[in-house]
């Protein structure tokens, strides 16, 4: 059985930082593209951030560009997600995802395979 853990999320007062992990079991996705999503309460999921597999090309929704940083360790199974300078706008439940089918960045939803079952980021003024 393939599955995503996430962890790491919490509360966070607006300007901190957080680092998020996402481990894989039952297969191995260091070959897949991967991503972080986020969904807000009363709004749809959203892209937030992919990586390749070989973390050459990263890409990322334009409100947390220079704030958030996306990585993988292939050796580990391990996909990462540093927050910086969170905001209030950044609570949501984050989600990582990887694809079976691509291994460059992909953004859309449909795209990935394989989803965790998220972690609460909550930031507080």
């Known amino acids: 059985q393939v599955q995503l853990v996430e962890s790491g999320g919490g509360l966070v007062q607006a300007g901190g930082s957080l680092r998020l992990s996402c481990g894989a079991s039952?297969?191995?996705?260091?070959?897949?593209?991967m991503g972080w999503f986020r969904q807000a309460p009363g709004k749809e999921r959203e892209f937030v951030a992919s990586?390749?597999?070989?973390?050459?090309?990263?890409r990322y929704t334009d409100s947390v560009k220079g704030r958030f940083t996306i990585s993988r360790d292939n050796a580990k199974g391990t996909l990462y997600l540093q927050m910086n300078s969170l905001k209030l706008e950044d609570t949501a439940v984050y989600y990582c995802?990887?694809?079976?089918?691509?291994?460059?960045?992909?953004?859309?939803?449909?795209?990935?395979?394989?989803w965790g079952q998220g972690t609460q980021v909550t930031v507080s003024s």
């Open positions: 995802a990887a694809s079976s089918r691509f291994r460059e960045v992909v953004l859309a939803t449909t795209e990935y395979d394989y």
């Open positions: 039952g297969r191995t996705f260091s070959r897949n593209a």
């Open positions: 990586i390749s597999w070989t973390s050459g090309i990263t």
